[in-house]
Nanobody
Framework: QVQLVESGGGLVQPGGSLRLSCAAS????????MGWYRQAPGKQRELVAD???????NYAESVKGRFTISSDNAKNTMYLQMNSLKPEDTAVYYC???????????????WGQGTQVTVSS
């Protein structure tokens, strides 16, 4: 199994910044993709950004130019630097990983427990 633990959420004023971290642990053979999703009250969970093989990145249009995703493969840790935060960024942010636990094994999706980000004055 793979465990994902997020940290770094909190309350910030509009225009402020936060940095989220996601640490993966457990029986990890390889991680193909790691990503951040978010879910606001009454809305569906949506992709914020993801990173493949620690290199290729993809962002939702709403966060392009404001958020930066990165990873430290040696530490199996992913980050999301969030700048110029807006009230509409308020949501629970979830870490996701597509990983296998042994060579040739099935690639499964794993989720963290989520961390609350609130942007408000």
């Amino acid at each position: 199994q793979v465990q994902l633990v997020e940290s770094g959420g909190g309350l910030v004023q509009p225009g402020g910044s936060l940095r989220l971290s996601c640490a993966a642990s457990g029986s990890i053979f390889s991680i193909n993709v790691m990503g951040w999703y978010r879910q606001a009250p009454g809305k569906q969970r949506e992709l914020v950004a993801d990173i493949r093989s620690g290199v290729s990145t993809n962002y939702a249009e709403s966060v392009k130019g404001r958020f930066t995703i990165s990873s430290d493969n040696a530490k199996n840790t992913m980050y999301l630097q969030m700048n110029s935060l807006k009230p509409e960024d308020t949501a629970v942010y979830y870490c996701n990983a597509e990983a296998s636990t042994y060579r040739g094994g099935t690639i499964n999706r794993y989720w963290g427990q989520g961390t609350q980000v609130t942007v408000s004055s």
